[in-house]
């Protein structure tokens, strides 16, 4: 294990102050200088979330103990994972609970605390998964199935928003939740419980966040989120993950305008696998700012989509950041058509 690489995981908000200037300078040169006041703006207007939750970081250095950290970080986040971890099974019984009197609601069952449980659930995932095989053990259970699929659906359906509202508690009560909740809102930042959990509970690689705000001369803040701990434990690029939404943030023009996407989102996928083109060239180009740590096997599905169109991307490159720089998509649409650049989103 590379220790510089982890301690640089562990503590990225340290690592991209010690970076920052030298990628502030990379992007000069790639956007050119007559941007240099926009990029400037835009690089300082960004807010960074970078966290993974408490358990993962605890479990990774008790893991890894020739990591080293300071006694006091290491009771801190030992502190946060301690109160997560119980939060979340003080959680999962509710959502036992819940999960339980929704099936009952349902199946209308006299007694449903007179079955086992552990076949109650399995029954849940049967429906989920395999219909016959819910049908069949329901019947062997004495319980009248849910025949009508548009019942099952909303069934299904409220059994994920009782999952859904345990992790929006979960985050929001949580001792890291509040932490960081509390370190955005003195940059200003104010977020209600669902749009704060969907911040720190990213299904993607990493993400950017527009958000409209009065208190900054643009009248918009730029958020990167990338869990990067988790990531580096998955075998991720981060290094190429945070140069995509970085890319992202430079062209940030304001809510729903990042580099050549519209309010419509009509071009998002041109603009995803252009950015990933550039992420992979800018990773070509930099020295390691986080981590390179790519597992075998591991592999982004718009990286392909670049390769395939890599002669168009890199051909127009200049053209392309200099039109996405300025959310142009006018020009975009006068220099390569609007018919071709559509069908190419499609």
């Known amino acids: 294990m590379d220790l510089d690489e982890t301690s640089r995981i562990l503590f990225p908000i340290k690592t991209l102050k010690d970076n920052i200037l030298y990628l502030y300078k990379y992007y000069l040169t790639k956007y050119g200088y007559k941007y240099d006041s926009l990029i400037k703006k835009r690089v300082s207007n960004i807010v960074y979330i970078l966290d993974s939750s408490p358990d993962i970081t605890y479990n990774f250095l008790k893991a890894n103990p020739t990591v080293s950290v300071s006694e006091e970080y290491f009771d801190y986040i030992k502190r946060m994972a301690n109160n997560y971890e119980k939060l979340n099974k003080e959680l999962d019984k509710q959502v036992l609970a819940s999960t339980i009197l929704l099936f009952n609601k349902y199946h209308n069952i006299t007694d449903i605390f007179t079955y086992d449980v552990h076949k109650i659930l399995y029954l849940i995932v049967y429906m989920c998964n395999d219909r016959k095989r819910y049908v069949d053990e329901a019947v062997n259970l004495g319980i009248t199935p849910i025949n009508d699929d548009i019942k099952l659906k909303q069934?299904?359906?409220?059994?994920?928003?009782?999952?859904?509202?345990?992790?929006?508690?979960?985050?929001?009560?949580?001792?890291?939740?509040?932490?960081?909740?509390?370190?955005?809102?003195?940059?200003g930042l104010y977020f209600d419980d669902i749009t704060f959990a969907s911040l720190l509970n990213i299904s993607e690689n990493g993400l950017f966040r527009s958000f409209e705000v009065n208190f900054t001369d643009i009248g918009f803040q730029s958020v990167i989120i990338i869990p990067m701990l988790k990531r580096y434990c998955e075998g991720m690029n981060i290094d190429r993950i945070f140069l995509h939404e970085f890319r992202h943030a430079i062209e940030n023009e304001g809510i729903n305008r990042i580099g050549l996407q519209d309010r419509s989102s009509m071009l998002s996928c041109f603009n995803e696998v252009r950015t990933e083109?550039?992420?992979?060239?800018?990773?070509?180009?930099?020295?390691?700012?986080?981590?390179?740590?790519?597992?075998k096997g591991q592999k982004y599905f718009v990286e392909e989509m670049y390769y395939r169109n890599k002669g168009f991307f890199d051909s127009y490159n200049q053209i392309l950041d200099d039109l996405a720089i300025n959310n142009d998509i006018e020009s975009l649409f006068k220099i390569f058509g609007k018919k071709e650049i559509i069908e190419y989103n499609d």
């Open 155 to 187: 069934f299904l359906h409220e059994n994920e928003q009782i999952l859904y509202n345990k992790e929006v508690k979960l985050i929001n009560d949580s001792l890291w939740g509040q932490n960081i909740k509390k370190n955005l809102n003195q940059k």
């Open 277 to 295: 083109g550039n992420a992979i060239n800018d990773e070509n180009n930099l020295r390691k700012i986080f981590s390179r740590r790519l597992l």
